[in-house]
T-cell receptor, first 108, second 114 residues
Framework: EDQVTQSPEALRLQEGESSSLNCSYTVSGLRGLFWYRQDPGKGPEFLFTLYSAGEEKEKERLKATLTKKESFLHITAPKPEDSATYLCAFQGAQKLVFGQGTRLTINP | DTGVSQNPRHKITKRGQNVTFRCDPISEHNRLYWYRQTLGQGPEFLTYFQNEAQLEKSRLLSDRFSAERPKGSFSTLEIQRTEQGDSAMYLC????????????FGDGTRLSIL
């Protein structure tokens, strides 16, 4: 069965302390791996799409990478405003299949 | 690009009542999706439209749930005879018609069943 697992479930960092979030997946045919950011009470906000192993995308302090079995979201020198839940999802035939998310807190 | 709009933002109702939610997608997007999200979990797929045609439904979508997208524009999701387990955030997303285009989400409707 296709599934996505994110780790850790929660992560607390000090401002400026870099780290990585993991998204591991088992799918029969990957059509795309998506990263979203979700703030409390809001819908997911699209960040990146990755299509093939070795691909990397960057946006401000965030960089997403993809291997054949997992994706990483690297956060460099984070700020308190980066606090949110980060969701990864793979593209099934039409729908997105999401992991449970990593709740990231950046303390000033 | 005005984004995906959902109404109402919150709905509180008694068990057994019917509720209807509305989603207005990004205007040039012909694909529209409904997801359900409970606390601490990622969104779960419910159903998908391409233009006015409903092309896929999850097994999560019981007979009490129905979705429509008349004329391929806005969509409605109706839940009949609501149950406690229906309490969740209902999210709508839209995307362009090309394969693997990112889905853009609205801020959802939070449903609370008393």
């Amino acid at each position: 069965e296709d599934q996505v697992t994110q780790s850790p479930e929660a992560l607390r960092l000090q401002e400026g302390e870099s780290s990585s979030l993991n998204c591991s997946y088992t799918v029969s045919g990957l059509r795309g791996l998506f990263w979203y950011r979700q703030d409390p009470g809001k819908g997911p906000e699209f960040l990146f799409t990755l299509y093939s192993a070795g691909e990397e995308k960057e946006k401000e302090r965030l960089k997403a990478t993809l291997t054949k079995k997992e994706s990483f979201l690297h956060i460099t020198a984070p700020k308190p405003e980066d606090s949110a839940t980060y969701l990864c999802a793979f593209q099934g035939a039409q729908k997105l299949v999401f992991g449970q998310g990593t709740r990231l807190t950046i303390n000033p | 690009d005005t984004g995906v709009s959902q109404n109402p933002r919150h709905k509180i109702t008694k068990r057994g009542q019917n509720v209807t939610f509305r989603c207005d997608p990004i205007s040039e997007h012909n694909r529209l999706y409904w997801y359900r999200q409970t606390l601490g979990q990622g969104p779960e797929f419910l159903t998908y439209f391409q233009n006015e045609a409903q092309l896929e439904k999850s097994r999560l979508l019981s007979d009490r749930f129905s979705a429509e997208r008349p004329k391929g524009s806005f969509s409605t999701l109706e839940i009949q005879r609501t149950e406690q387990g229906d309490s969740a955030m209902y999210l709508c997303a839209s995307s362009k018609g090309q394969p693997n285009q990112p889905q853009h989400f609205g801020d959802g409707t939070r449903l609370s069943i008393l």
